[in-house]
């Protein structure tokens, strides 16, 4: 018996897979014939360089294929799953290392030892799915025979686990960003003589921004909210302000932002986390808007005649926790004018020292709707660092 042998089925221990379960955790994870992924393919190219190898590939097993997320030093996107290396690995529950796959007779005979690349070393940790299914593996591969010592072996088994976890990680990040898109206005209202369009495009998977409008009893309610910084843990925050703006429909405009301010001030004031936010109401049959401006001073008002009038900030930005209070600020919205409310991921879209020519540009190119979606589609194009939310109401007739 030798060493690969002994360590198949004593030290290492050779498991028994549920199929159906693994290929259902594989299934979740979502990432079968997806694009490349950086955060992935930086980790097959670190390992690469440090075991100093000419192959490294993190592949997944699907019902009849072996797929590659991921390769470096060759091209072999998916092959049968059949006499895969990474079939046996699967079923270790530690590092499988052949050290000559001419000497093994479960690979000798391969096509990939017998024929070009003509491999002769072999290893491989399995990757896990989170409920610890065995769904893959991280693996080696070299020309020439070789060994690898328990530090190597250690290391190895580290890498594989940082590929699972940024597995894992795109999976909540995608799940997110679905439950996020749910929270998302699928329709905006649109009263009689009003025209409302808005849009978010987020800077990762999941944004801080999020943007409401709501129509009751002829009273429109415009919310933007940016909370501080991007990511998962910003749009955690995002929905529980969504949540609690929308929750007693009855309530007034200063009352439902300063339980809100008091809610995220005991939940997160400690994290140094704030909201900058924007709240209107409009009276769609006068066209009276009452707001309230809490730290975010990026609202305007474009007047028919091409003029702009700021709605100056009423207060700080929630959880602040300054015990200072909001105020109610008001404006009028005549035919003809827009009310308009962006996030500050806007700005890195201007060129800062002359906005207003360059907003007015597009409006006049575009219409104030479609300057709404070309803002949104020059996001997309530029991928830009931070989210961006535009809110528009213009006030027809």
């Not at 429909?249 to 704030?274: C, H, K």
Request: proline share 5%.
């Amino acid at each position: 018996m030798n060493k690969v042998d002994t360590c198949l089925h004593g030290e290492w221990g050779h498991i028994v897979l549920n199929e159906a379960r693994r290929q259902l955790a594989l299934d979740s994870l979502n990432v079968l014939d997806t694009p490349p992924d950086e955060r992935v393919d930086r980790i097959t190219r670190m390992a690469q360089q440090i075991f100093n190898v000419p192959m490294v590939s993190v592949n997944l097993l699907d019902r009849e294929r072996q797929w590659s997320k991921s390769s470096a030093g060759f091209d072999a996107p998916e092959e049968p799953r059949e006499g895969a290396f990474c079939e046996v690995t699967i079923n270790q529950n530690k590092t499988l290392v052949i050290e000559d796959l001419e000497e093994d007779e479960r690979f000798a005979s391969s096509p990939y030892v017998t024929e070009a690349p003509n491999l002769r070393f072999y290893a491989g940790h399995p990757i896990e799915a989170p409920g610890g299914e065995h769904v893959g593996a991280l693996c080696l591969m070299d020309t020439k025979p070789r060994q690898l010592d328990e530090h190597e072996r250690d290391l190895l088994e580290d890498l594989a686990h940082w590929v699972q976890t940024e597995l894992a990680q795109q999976q909540e990040l995608d799940h997110a960003a679905v439950i996020q898109r749910a929270l998302t206005p699928r329709e905006l209202p649109q009263p009689a003589g009003y025209t409302v369009t808005a849009g978010t495009v987020p800077a990762g998977c999941v944004s801080g921004d999020f943007h409401d409008v709501v129509l009751r009893e002829g009273r429109l309610r415009v919310t933007l909210a940016d909370v501080m910084g991007k990511g998962t843990g910003a749009g955690i925050i995002a929905s529980a302000v969504r949540a609690s703006m929308r929750t007693t429909p009855g309530r007034s405009l200063l009352a439902t932002v300063s339980e809100t301010d008091a809610l995220l001030e005991q939940d997160v004031g400690d994290l140094n986390m704030f909201v900058t936010l924007f709240c209107a109401d409009l009276d769609t049959a006068s066209g009276h808007v009452s707001y309230v401006d809490g730290g975010h001073s990026l609202s305007f008002i474009r007047r028919a005649n091409g003029s702009w009038e700021h709605l100056n900030s009423t207060g700080l930005p929630l959880a602040m926790g300054m015990g200072q209070p909001h105020e109610l600020g008001t404006a009028q919205l005549h035919p003809g004018d827009a009310l308009m409310c962006c996030s500050d991921g806007v700005l890195d879209l201007f060129d800062l020292e002359d906005p207003f020519s360059q907003a007015d540009g597009l409006l006049a190119k575009y219409s104030v709707d479609g300057a709404v979606q070309e803002t949104l589609r020059r996001a997309r194009k530029t991928q830009a660092l931070d989210d961006v939310t535009v809110v528009v109401v213009r006030r027809d007739s």
